[in-house]
């Protein structure tokens, strides 16, 4: 039988935590930037995941102009993705094993606000692409979260869905898409509600049961 509801992930504070690895690589290009000063700690990316890659420069770089932001986020965007295609990101915990479980019976995706070929180093280092069927990240297609998830459940003809993610952001593109919501507490983000609570990968299982 064929499988029509799916599970779409937010990626960063959902399913890895990349930060630290984010920060090497993005320092790496701000030292070699001679006309500003500027040097980025963990606290400070994971406080701006969630956002597009266009929000994230322009909170880091306000006194650029927006040419000179995007030739500077095209040069941290690269060095990421080579970055983390060697090294990869720190996995939230029984991550694979639920990912296991959960696609035995539904389909599952990613959605994410991030730079074209950022999802793409997670499924390869980690061989975690047999677990999904679709991705799909604004660096694609410079839309917002909320329609990029409409996209991914009209395209893959879902009869339900859930969105899985960690920040406010999340919650908003679940509203746009007109899906139900599971806000992953252990993350990075907060939401403006109380919704449905998960505290640990493994309580997704039993909580999905209960929305789809």
């Known amino acids: 039988m064929e499988k029509t509801k799916g599970i779409i992930f937010d990626l960063d504070g959902t399913l890895w935590d990349s930060s630290d690895n984010v920060v090497v690589s993005w320092n790496t290009v701000f030292d070699s930037h001679k006309e500003f000063k500027l040097h980025i700690t963990n606290r400070d990316m994971q406080g701006l995941m969630g956002l597009t890659m266009e929000n994230i420069i322009k909170a880091l770089l306000p006194e650029l102009d927006e040419k000179e932001r995007l030739v500077i986020l095209e040069e941290c965007c690269e060095a990421e993705n080579d970055y983390l ?19 035995e019976k ?30 799909e990240c604004s660096g694609n297609t410079h839309e917002h979260k909320g329609k990029n998830v409409k996209s991914v459940i009209e395209r893959n003809n879902l009869s339900s869905a859930v969105y899985v993610g960690d920040a406010q952001v999340d919650l908003d593109a679940s509203r746009y898409a007109g899906i139900p919501f599971i806000y992953c507490k252990y993350g990075f983000g907060h939401v403006d509600e109380e919704k449905i609570i998960i505290n640990s ?12």
């Open 85 to 103: 295609s060697k090294h990869g990101g720190v996995l939230f915990p029984d991550l694979e094993s639920t990912l296991k479980v959960l696609s």
């Open 106 to 135: 539904y389909r599952l995706f990613i959605v994410s606000n991030c730079q074209s070929g950022y999802i793409e180093c997670f499924l390869k280092y980690y061989d975690f692409g047999k677990y999904f069927t679709d991705i």
């Open 201 to 212: 990968l493994p309580e997704l299982i039993e909580t999905v049961e209960k929305v789809l």
